[in-house]
C-alpha cells in the first residue's frame, strides 16, 4: 500500500521537519521525542502520570540542610504545574527504616511498567574515594552500584538527575540505552559543594529555559540553562568553577557538557564517532504544552520512533548518495506528518 498524499498543515510539518533536519537552520515546530522518553501520556490513559522522587541526603550543616530543602521545594512546585506525582525521601524525622531502605523500596514501588516517565532527583553531598562514588545518605550512603542494581528492574522512561559533589562515577554506573542521566560533574574527584542542582530546578519549568519556543522546557533545555548560570555564577564571583555538569542520554557512559552545544542542537563529537547525547533529553517534559499533552500515548509513541529514526540518519547522511538519503528520509517524514494530521483533525481522535 502507498502512502497516502498530504494536505494542508501536513505538508507544511514537513517542509520545516525537512529544512531543520537537513539545514541545522530551523527549529522544528514540534517536541522530538524518543520512544524510550515519552513525556506526558493522554489524560485519560491508565498510569499516565509522570513520577518524581527527590531524595535529600544528609546535609551537613544547618545552611547546607535549608538549601537543599529549598531546591526540593523547587522540584515539588514544579510536580504542583505539571501534575506529576512528588515523593521526597530525607526531610521528615527519621523512622524506624533507614533512608537507604526506604530509596529501595520507593523505587521498587515506581517499577511498574508505563510509558510516563520517573524522574529520580539526588540534592545534597557526594563522594568518591577513586574507586566507589556514594552519595550521602542519613545513616548508610547510596553507592552507585547499588542504585544501578535497584533501578534495573524500572520498566519505563527514566532520567536520573544526580546534582551533587562527586557525582559524575554515578553517569557511567548508570548509563544504559533508554535513560537520561545527569550529574553536577564531569569527575568524581570535582568534590566542592555544588550548585547546579538549584539552577536545574529553578528552570525545569520555567519559560525562559524555553530555547527553541516550542511552548514547553525539556530537559535539555533545563541541562544547558543550569550550566550556563553555574558558569556565569563562579564568572562574576572571579572564581575557578569547581563543577562542570554532564548529560548521556545515548547510554554510551560518556557524557557530554554544555559547551558542546550550540541552542538545543549537540556539534561537537565524542572520540571514536560516538553516537551524540542530547536528542532524548530534549524530548522529556516535566511540563509539557498543551497541544503536546494532548496526543495519545499511542500516537506519541509511535511518533517518537519515527523521529529517533529521522535523527539517527540525519547523523549518518554522510554515508549515503543525495538520492539514498532523501528516499529513507521522506517516508518517515510523510508518517510523521500523517500524525500530527490525524491529531489535529477535529473529531479525530475521539473516534
Not at 550550540?262 to 530534549?282: C, E, T
Request: with cysteine; aromatic share 8%.
Amino acid at each position: 500500500m502507498g502512502i497516502a498524499p498530504l494536505e494542508g498543515d501536513a505538508v507544511k510539518i514537513v517542509a520545516v521537519l525537512l529544512v531543520g533536519l537537513v539545514g541545522w537552520a530551523v527549529p522544528t515546530t514540534r517536541p522530538l521525542c524518543a520512544a524510550e522518553m515519552v513525556g506526558t501520556a493522554h489524560p485519560t490513559a491508565p498510569k499516565s502520570k509522570q513520577a518524581v522522587i527527590v531524595i535529600v541526603g544528609a546535609p551537613g550543616t544547618p545552611e547546607y540542610a535549608a538549601q537543599f530543602a529549598a531546591w526540593a521545594k523547587l522540584w515539588e512546585q514544579a510536580c504542583a504545574k505539571s501534575g506529576a506525582t512528588f515523593t521526597t525521601i530525607g526531610l521528615d524525622e527519621p523512622g524506624n527504616a533507614s533512608d537507604l531502605t526506604r530509596v529501595q523500596q520507593i523505587l521498587t514501588s515506581h517499577s511498574e511498567e508505563t510509558v510516563a516517565a520517573l524522574w529520580l532527583v539526588l540534592i545534597g553531598h557526594g563522594t568518591f574515594d577513586g574507586r566507589t562514588p556514594k552519595f550521602n545518605l542519613r545513616g548508610s550512603d547510596l553507592s552507585a552500584k547499588d542504585l544501578a542494581e535497584w533501578l534495573q528492574p524500572v520498566h519505563r522512561p527514566l532520567a536520573v538527575i544526580d546534582a551533587t559533589s562527586s557525582s559524575a562515577p554515578f553517569l557511567k554506573e548508570l548509563s544504559t540505552p533508554g535513560r537520561i542521566i545527569v550529574t553536577a560533574t564531569k569527575s568524581g574527584f570535582e568534590q566542592n559543594y555544588a550548585r547546579f542542582g538549584q539552577y536545574f530546578a529553578e528552570a525545569i519549568v520555567d519559560p525562559k529555559a524555553d530555547l527553541d519556543k516550542d511552548g514547553q522546557t525539556s530537559l535539555l533545555e533545563a541541562f544547558l540553562s543550569a550550566s550556563h548560570t553555574v558558569a556565569q555564577f563562579y564568572a562574576a564571583a572571579g572564581r575557578l568553577a569547581t563543577e562542570h555538569a554532564l548529560l548521556d542520554d545515548n547510554g554510551d557512559g560518556l557524557g557530554t557538557p554544555a559547551e558542546w552545544f550550540r541552542g538545543i542542537r549537540p556539534v561537537q563529537k565524542a572520540q571514536d564517532g560516538a553516537s551524540l547525547d542530547g536528542y532524548r533529553a530534549h524530548q522529556l517534559h516535566l511540563l509539557s504544552s498543551a497541544s503536546e499533552a494532548a496526543m495519545p500515548a499511542e500516537m506519541r509513541a509511535k511518533r517518537d520512533q519515527l523521529e529517533l529514526q529521522v535523527m539517527e540518519l540525519r547523523d549518518s547522511r554522510a554515508k549515503y548518495s543525495e538520492e539514498e538519503y532523501f528516499s529513507q528520509l521522506e517516508p518517515l517524514l510523510r508518517e510523521i506528518a500523517q500524525i500530527y494530521e490525524q491529531v489535529d483533525k477535529p473529531g479525530s481522535l475521539n473516534k
